[in-house]
């Protein structure tokens, strides 16, 4: 008898910088920068922790803008009730503090600043729909690859978004239409995935200083400053692989009826109808076989820096030898469905969100490890 729902424990390790935003921009209310921290506040907090004469010069820095207001909370007299209106801190990143510490520069004047997820209590999470996104390109890639091996070619047509919907469907079903409760995917689930460091739960985050790639509405050199989640426990002094998150995957065997109406017959009808620890195992191999060195995902190479490749390679040895179900992802940058690979065309004109770190790393290499 099939096993009808696999559950697995597994930990991602971070293994260079990753951020996945919260969709909403600090306003300059809402952080204070003093000691070599970002204080993100509590608007509500704030207003109570200050007396009448706070808020009035708080109210005067406003009208002043952006740069009057942070030179206020970064001073003595805020110090106290920024103390109290304090949800979590972040340590800045040399050249972080460079800009942040100059409130009356006129970069500091046009940052922009993006929070990671977290939860209530200020501690950062990988929300599993990151995480499924990740695995669910790669496992898009080897679909594609096992059509062409049937000898099937992908649906031509253009790069926007209802191309790529058509050419999502065809690999998953055969069909150029998919609707959301035909996807067989539903099979998947991830968890949101905790920091797993309890006892620091800033211990893995910092800020750091960042710039947007081309098609962005910047003007060139304002920096746009987001919270990271680093893979190293010293900001200024990079050391590969330190962060983890815990959570949940599951992997249930999809209905009989479900598969009759979504996948009526052929090579992908036989793939998505395998019991629950078959299914896992070619999640497991299709990310396994996405990820290639210098060119994770199959995003440009030169993806990853020389030492996090490295960090990569020193994790895969460990868990083959340990004989655990693993694979490395990238989150973020050339993840999504817009990846090279899934461009049935070869064209690398394909649609992507390009971060870079100050230093011109790459974004988002993770460790995904089963341990359950």
Known sequence: MMTQTLVRRVVVEVGNALHVGDGEPLSPFEYAVAGGELRRLSLSRLATALDDAGMRRLEEAAEG????????????????????????????????????????????????????????????ILPGSSVKGAIRTAL????????????????????????????????????????????????????DLALSDAADPTGAVAVDACRRGAGEDRGAGVPSLREVALGWTHPDRPQAGGASFEGEIRVSVLAPKFIDEAIPSGWRREFFSRGALELFVEIVRACVLAYDPGQANNAPKGTLDPETEAWVQRRVTEAKEAKRAFFPLVLGWGSGLEAVTLNPEGSRKAPTTRWWTSAGTRLGAVFVEARG
Do not use: F, H
Request: aromatic share 2%.
């Open 65 to 124: 803008g952006a740069r009057d207001v942070q030179a206020l909370l970064a001073g003595r007299e805020c110090a106290a009730a920024v103390a109290e209106a304090t949800v979590y801190r972040c340590r800045l990143t040399a050249a972080a503090r460079e800009v942040l510490e100059n409130p009356g520069g006129a970069r500091a004047a046009a940052l922009e600043i993006a929070p990671v997820v977290r939860t209530a209590d200020g501690r950062p």
């Open 140 to 191: 898009l890639a080897r679909l594609l690859q096992l059509a062409r091996e049937q000898g099937e070619s992908p649906p031509r047509g253009g790069e926007g978004k209802k191309e790529w919907a058509k050419l999502e469907a065809w690999l998953l079903t055969g069909k150029e239409k998919m609707s959301p409760s035909q996807d067989p995917l539903r099979c998947l689930a991830v968890s």
